[in-house]
């Protein structure tokens, strides 16, 4: 079922006369809708029959006020659906609902007031839908997926064909087809027959009549701020560690006993140790000894972490591509306008030229020059002349072809080539640039990311950086121009991040000297440079970058929120030179 906006709010306003009549109703092909109970009659499995005096809030919660639950049952072939999948559907179709004004006014706090039942199992849709494991629970909904949903909470009847779409479409990921349900049929009775009581378990569902509401308020503020407090510690272990995946697999190790092949996994001793003690730092693993397991804490948190992966995933990726908001380091540079990629237009407006057809009005620009031009006149009247009208004009750019050139010598362990390779994940998403990785290390310097515009292709290169050895910085800069001239790279633009001076030298004895001559060959290629490099070496990288015509950047540190702010600005001055209309 798809329903336009307008075909929804129909059929919300029909479902409303039918529910307050005591009647069900079909959405779609395959769901009933109702206040009441629904009972599949295996002699007649095209009918469904409304048990019309069987509220389905005084039945699965015990309610002492009727008409307060709306029962939801979605019929499938027969077949076990994956509970979590159909929660994760729902969570994103209401989060796709914020985008739809005054319509469903959903959101996806909104999950807490949902309750589902599959074969597999079910609870509260925002929970760990572990519960509804009894045998007869599970037998009777091999054919459909019952939701229920509190009428006085949460997005009400406006929300539900958004809900019975998300199922439907679930439904059909994991290779069940929709059932059309032919007739219903509305009869007195003595409700369901099979075992409700997961229904209703306190642990998991805030439908349930409240025997204390302050307590099941204080109980569901509790379990709130367990969640955030969940999601900020994760977030924060994959900055630590560098991606989420990285947490998740030291946690699984914790879980499993297998610690040890964990830390073979680890490139450099160092990590080993410093990553378990960020464990142990948040409380998720026990303090004595390095072989032993999770903690309680840890335990649910990797719960949490299993369940919800994919928004934490998003949510880590939202971080990043934010990243040159959130402030820098300090930085020696020139002051660049940044251009924001998404859209692949810049636009500027401008006044009206004299005889030019106006195009795209600027309204509200429009609309200012004239209150402004009427205020300083002290005109009687407000009335718009021509003089006033502010037009938009739009001009695209040519994405940049970057190649960063990463110095992976053993001094970038840590923390600084972490924060490489985010700013490498940032570049991809937040730009439509293509990207490639050069990386330099004692005598090596090879493409580890050919150009992409895949982040999962990037993260899988950068994923097998090791830093070692010493700096063969001018191999590195050569490297990355003899890549950028193969590839035939169109806007090009080679970025250097290194945190030293070279070490190792490419055509004579002296390191220094064939750095600077690498930056000559790459200023007389004509390729624009730039380079990140860290305050101490600020002299000898001033030098170098200088004989390249390029654009030091010293930083304090190589922080990811310095970098990002950088490699935008550096972009900037090629998108805004590129420019066209």
Not at 477 to 489: H, T
């Amino acid at each position: 079922m798809s329903l336009s906006p307008d075909a929804a709010a129909r059929a919300c306003v029909t479902l409303h006369s039918l529910l307050t009549q005591g009647r069900g109703a079909r959405l779609g092909e395959a769901a009933v809708v109702s206040r009441r109970v629904h009972v599949l009659d295996p002699a007649h499995p095209e009918e469904v029959r409304v048990v019309v005096n069987a509220d389905a809030g005084q039945v699965f919660y015990g309610r002492r006020v009727d008409e307060r639950i709306v029962h939801v049952d979605v019929f499938h072939a027969v077949g076990e659906v994956d509970q979590r999948q159909i929660a994760g559907a729902l969570r994103q179709a209401m989060a796709r609902c914020q985008g739809c004004p005054g319509r469903c006014g959903l959101c996806e706090s909104d999950l807490d007031w949902v309750d589902l039942q599959t074969a597999l199992g079910g609870g509260r849709a925002s929970g760990s839908l572990a519960y509804g494991q009894t045998t007869t629970l599970r037998q009777s909904h091999l054919n459909h997926v019952h939701l229920a949903v509190g009428w006085e909470q949460g997005g009400g009847l406006a929300g539900l064909p958004c809900l019975v779409d998300a199922v439907e479409r679930s439904l059909q990921v994991q290779g069940l087809a929709i059932r059309r349900v032919e007739r219903l049929v509305h009869e007195a009775g003595n409700g369901p027959k099979q075992d409700i009581s997961d229904y209703a378990s306190r642990m998991d569902t805030y439908l349930r009549e409240p025997a204390d509401s302050l307590q099941q308020d204080a109980e569901r503020a509790q379990g709130m701020a367990e969640t955030v407090g969940y999601m900020s510690s994760l977030l924060n272990l994959a900055e630590d560690f560098g991606s989420l995946d990285e947490v998740a697999d030291a946690l699984e190790a914790m879980a499993s006993g297998e610690v040890s092949n964990w830390f073979e996994r680890l490139a450099r001793v160092e990590d080993k140790y410093t990553n378990m003690e960020k464990l142990r730092s948040a409380g998720l693993v026990s303090p004595a000894g390095p072989n032993t397991g999770l903690t309680e804490v840890g335990r649910r948190i990797l719960d949490y972490l299993r369940e919800h992966r994919q928004e934490l995933n998003m949510e880590f990726k939202r971080l990043l591509r934010k990243l040159p908001w959130q402030g820098a380091s300090k930085l020696t540079g020139p002051r660049v306008n940044l251009v924001r990629a998404e859209t692949g237009r810049r636009l500027r407006v401008q006044p009206l030229v004299d005889g030019e057809w106006p195009g795209e009005l600027a309204v509200p620009e429009t609309v200012v020059a004239a209150m402004t031009r009427h205020r300083r006149s002290g005109a009687a009247s407000l009335a718009l002349e021509r003089d006033d009208l502010r037009v938009v004009r739009r001009t695209r750019y040519r994405p940049v072809d970057i190649c960063l050139v990463l110095d992976a010598s053993a001094s970038m362990a840590g923390r600084r080539l972490r924060a490489a390779k985010s700013l490498a994940e940032h570049l991809l998403m937040s730009t439509r640039d293509r990207l490639s990785v050069v990386v330099f290390q004692e005598k090596d310097v090879r493409v580890q990311v050919p150009f992409t515009q895949d982040i999962q292709t990037a993260r899988a290169g950068l994923a097998r950086v090791r830093p070692l050895g010493l700096t063969p910085l001018a191999e590195g800069v050569i490297g990355g121009l003899n890549y950028l001239k193969g590839s035939r790279a169109r806007n090009p633009l080679l970025l250097l991040i290194t945190d030293g001076i070279p070490t190792v030298p490419a055509w004579s004895l002296n390191p220094l000297e064939d750095a600077r001559q690498a930056s000559r060959q790459v200023a007389a290629a004509g390729v624009p440079f730039g380079c990140i490099g860290l305050e101490p070496n600020k002299e000898f990288l001033q030098g170098m970058v200088r004989e390249g015509n390029g654009t030091l950047y010293s930083v304090d540190e190589l922080e990811k929120e310095a970098m990002a702010r950088i490699a935008q600005l550096e972009r900037g001055k090629l998108v805004a030179s590129a420019t066209r209309p």
